[in-house]
């Protein structure tokens, strides 16, 4: 079975281990969100791609969820002696190696999908990772302070302001322009099903769909999608701040709206969630919580079976 599905972070990531254990036999392609790509220190940072290596790479940071596994600060804090800013986001010795590669690579030319296929060789992720676009599109938050409405890079208001600032308006800039990776289309054509992941709808899987035609090529497919959202709350992160900047209730039925049954073809839910309904969307409701790799193998197997 060829098996597809978008991914952002952490939740896309731990997701994706199940995903795998649930189907062996499977070749299983995964679309990553670049979104939250940002150059600091002048080196190119691609979180999500690199969360979802490390993760079933076996070199994840299991506590945060994302960076290296046993790394250490010792950059950070000498360029924080110097005064170098921005000191609120914070990258480890070893996770600055792939950075450093990944800068290398596309400074000589080399597109984010010939990079990121290049780390993979290292770490043996077990699945085809391709960035959802070569080009540069990056996530903005128009937000307001005292100096009025500005916009920032995703990065600063998720990671400094903790997204305690309302963002009025959350833009993808450059995604207009933006072409599918080499391989993107055609791995959502050849798939028998896709799957969309617990990540967040709106600056995560919701990114990825805008970038010219990927969403009206899933639109084709055998689509599941597993809510990122249990009994009105998001399992971890910020992702009701996002939904509200898009005027979307944080609930699964508001995402299942949000995706919508042009999108979707089956829904899993919590099971507090059990009333989650649209037209033409198969919805059914098991235990969602990833505590473990078993429980998450079993919701990915659900999901499959939910679409079979």
Known sequence: MRIVSLAGGIGGAR???????????????????TGDDITLFGLRVCPDLDTVMYTLGGGIDEAQGWGRAGDTRTVKDELAAYGVEPQWFGLGDKDIATHIVRTQMLNAGYPLSAVTEALCERWRPGVRLLPMTDDRAETHVVIEDDGGRRAIHFQEWWVRLRASVPAHRIALVGADDAKPAPGVLEAIEAADVVVLPP????????????????????????????????????????????????????????????????????????????????????????????????ATTAIARAALELVR
């Open 15 to 33: 997701f994706l281990r199940g995903l795998r254990a649930a189907a062996p036999e499977s070749e299983i392609t995964v679309i990553g969100n």
């Open 199 to 294: 990540s967040n709808p709106v600056v995560s899987i919701g990114t990825i769909l805008q970038i010219p035609g990927i969403r009206s090529a899933l639109e084709a497919k055998a689509v599941v999608g597993v809510s990122p959202i249990i009994g009105g709350a998001p399992v971890r992160g910020m992702a009701d701040a996002c939904l509200a900047a898009v005027g979307v209730e944080t609930s699964a039925q508001g995402v299942l709206e949000l995706y919508g049954s042009r999108l979707l073809d089956g829904w899993l839910v919590a099971e507090q969630d059990a009333g989650a309904a649209l037209d033409g969307v198969r919805v059914r409701a098991v235990p969602l919580l990833m505590s473990d790799l078993a």
